[in-house]
């Protein structure tokens, strides 16, 4: 099947410090990528959707200046968390659309902890 | 945009029982609804899905149930087994402008041995 890989898996930083999350297909290419936020015992919340060559498209109530969504490549994306604080400490998932409508395939996620 | 709801939150059930989880949602336009099964600090993995045009889906222990009518669907588990354990996320999407996913809350499934 398709795989989708996220790098860092783990990362921990110090507040006010940025950092970037990739998210990469490995066998296919993605023209849209999603980024999702999920907290501890709770739900996937949808932040954006990820298009290549082309600006992000944020939901509503997600900061565009905070999280900032690059997809300069089929197979890449990034998301970077900027001026990180505590209350950014999450769960970080990314999904690739393989190109068949619902045909989606979801990275292992990253576990973000500011301090 | 789309609010999906799921209940119940947590479901304890005995090896060998069913379990039944639901979920509503408020777009009429959405015509996908695929369930996930989430181990914890793992990926969603897709276990089962239906679109609008299909009122019941089947696969083995695990089917999905739509109402479209009343903005519902269900995934009925049988004959649970211990490996079952895990938290499920049903989600809906309206494949007509993108794949974008709104998943519901979340339901903690215990199969109890």
């Known amino acids: 099947g398709a795989v989708v890989s996220q790098h860092p898996s783990w990362v921990i930083c110090k507040s006010g410090t940025s950092v970037k999350i990739e998210c990469r297909s490995l066998d296919f290419q993605a023209t849209t990528m999603f980024w999702y936020r999920q907290f501890p015992k709770q739900s996937l919340m949808l932040m954006a959707t990820s298009n290549e060559g082309s600006k992000a498209t944020y939901e509503q109530g997600v900061e565009k200046d905070k999280f900032l969504i690059n997809h300069a490549s089929l197979t890449l994306s990034t998301l970077t968390v900027t001026s990180a604080h505590p209350e950014d400490s999450s769960f970080y998932i990314c999904s690739a659309e393989r190109g068949r409508a619902g045909e989606l395939f979801f990275g292992e996620g990253s576990r973000l902890t500011v301090l | 945009g789309e609010n999906v709801e799921q209940h119940p939150s947590t479901l304890s059930v005995q090896e060998g029982d069913s379990a039944v989880i639901k979920c509503t949602y408020s777009d009429s336009a959405s015509n996908y609804f695929p369930w996930y099964k989430q181990e914890l600090g793992k990926r969603p993995q897709l276990i089962i899905d239906?679109?609008?045009?299909?009122g019941e889906k089947k696969d083995q222990r695990i089917a999905v149930t739509l109402n479209k009518t009343a903005k519902h669907f269900s995934l009925h588990i049988t004959e649970t087994q211990p490996e079952d354990s895990a938290v499920y996320f049903c989600?809906?999407?309206?494949?007509?402008?993108?794949?974008?996913?709104?998943f519901g809350t979340g339901t903690s499934l215990t199969v109890i041995p």
């Open positions: 989600a809906a999407s309206n494949l007509n402008t993108g794949n974008q996913f709104y």
């Open positions: 239906i679109r609008s045009n299909v």
